[in-house]
């Protein structure tokens, strides 16, 4: 079922004013999302479906929401919104195999450096264990920029099948919950000890929003430079947390 016949079933079962009134109030937030998600998304994934995905995840908010449990319906609905529209991209499966590839590749050689070396492996390190020339290795982690990391929860799937972020999204059970809070303490743990450069990259795009274009005037560097940081941040921080996806 395709985003948009979704909106369509979902939308019958509500009062019509209500409706309207919700989708007119809150319409520019979901174009923000969309258009914000955009950024880092290939270019095949179009902006309407976000947007028709987002109005779903808003329609899901309003029936769900809650308002003693403390946060606001905007915020409430924007975690929805955003949800909805990764539900959408992750169905389309569209990063190639060898992008998914590329990025275990990258993950398993940072991790055999750092086990071995005991410090953060540096970039000409990375390329030489995995015996590409500077610019190759570079080219690798500019591919995957877009096709990983939609948030911090997606470190623990490989691309092709899911992790345990995924299966505690779906289950309420205490064992997952406890795994859950569990991952996210050695999640904080494996930000905090990260190279200051990438970790405020990292700071600077999911906190701040930048998009990689003004991170690259923040920082003094090309955007190309800032997509590397991104992807290889990334890559860091699956090689550490590597133990969390065996599970």
Same mark, same amino acid.
């Given at each position: 079922?395709?985003?948009?016949?979704?909106?369509?079933?979902?939308?019958?079962?509500?009062? $019509?004013?209500?409706?309207?009134?919700?989708?007119? $109030?809150?319409? &520019?937030?979901?174009? $923000?999302?969309?258009?914000?998600?955009?950024?880092?998304?290939?270019?095949?994934?179009?902006?309407?479906?976000?947007?028709?995905?987002?109005?779903?995840?808003?329609? =899901?908010?309003?029936?769900?929401?809650?308002?003693?449990?403390?946060?606001?319906?905007?915020?409430?609905?924007?975690?929805?919104?955003?949800?909805?529209?990764?539900?959408?991209?992750?169905?389309?499966?569209?990063?190639?195999?060898? #992008?998914?590839?590329?990025?275990?590749?990258?993950?398993?050689?940072?991790?055999?450096?750092?086990?071995?070396?005991?410090?953060?492996?540096?970039?000409?390190?990375?390329?030489?264990?995995?015996?590409?020339?500077?610019?190759?290795?570079?080219?690798?982690?500019?591919?995957?920029?877009?096709? @990983?990391?939609?948030?911090?929860?997606?470190?623990? *799937?490989?691309?092709?099948?899911?992790?345990?972020?995924?299966?505690?999204?779906?289950?309420?059970? &205490?064992?997952?919950?406890? =795994?859950?809070? @569990?991952? *996210?303490?050695?999640?904080?743990?494996?930000?905090?000890?990260? &190279?200051? @450069?990438?970790?405020?990259?990292?700071?600077?795009?999911?906190? =701040? %929003?930048?998009?990689?274009? %003004?991170?690259? %005037?923040?920082?003094? #560097?090309? %955007?190309?430079? #800032?997509? *590397?940081?991104?992807?290889?941040?990334?890559? $860091?921080?699956?090689?550490?947390?590597?133990?969390?996806?065996?599970?």
């Amino acid at each position: 079922m395709t985003a948009a016949t979704g909106l369509r079933m979902y939308t019958k079962a509500q009062p $019509r004013d209500a409706q309207h009134q919700l989708i007119e $109030r809150y319409a &520019p937030l979901v174009k $923000r999302i969309a258009y914000h998600l955009l950024g880092r998304l290939p270019a095949s994934v179009q902006v309407e479906d976000l947007i028709q995905a987002g109005m779903i995840g808003l329609l =899901e908010a309003a029936k769900k929401y809650d308002s003693s449990k403390g946060a606001s319906f905007e915020t409430f609905a924007g975690i929805r919104i955003r949800g909805s529209m990764l539900d959408e991209v992750r169905k389309g499966d569209w990063a190639p195999r060898s #992008v998914h590839r590329n990025s275990r590749m990258v993950s398993d050689a940072i991790r055999k450096i750092e086990a071995r070396t005991g410090r953060d492996a540096k970039d000409h390190e990375v390329a030489a264990e995995l015996q590409l020339s500077l610019e190759d290795y570079y080219g690798i982690l500019g591919d995957t920029l877009g096709s @990983r990391l939609f948030s911090f929860d997606d470190l623990l *799937q490989d691309g092709e099948h899911g992790g345990l972020a995924e299966d505690a999204e779906h289950s309420h059970s &205490p064992a997952h919950e406890l =795994e859950d809070q @569990r991952f *996210q303490g050695a999640l904080a743990d494996a930000i905090a000890n990260l &190279p200051e @450069r990438e970790k405020l990259v990292l700071s600077l795009y999911y906190d =701040e %929003e930048l998009n990689l274009k %003004e991170i690259g %005037e923040v920082l003094g #560097v090309s %955007e190309s430079r #800032v997509s *590397q940081l991104h992807s290889q941040c990334a890559a $860091r921080l699956r090689a550490r947390l590597g133990e969390w996806r065996a599970h």
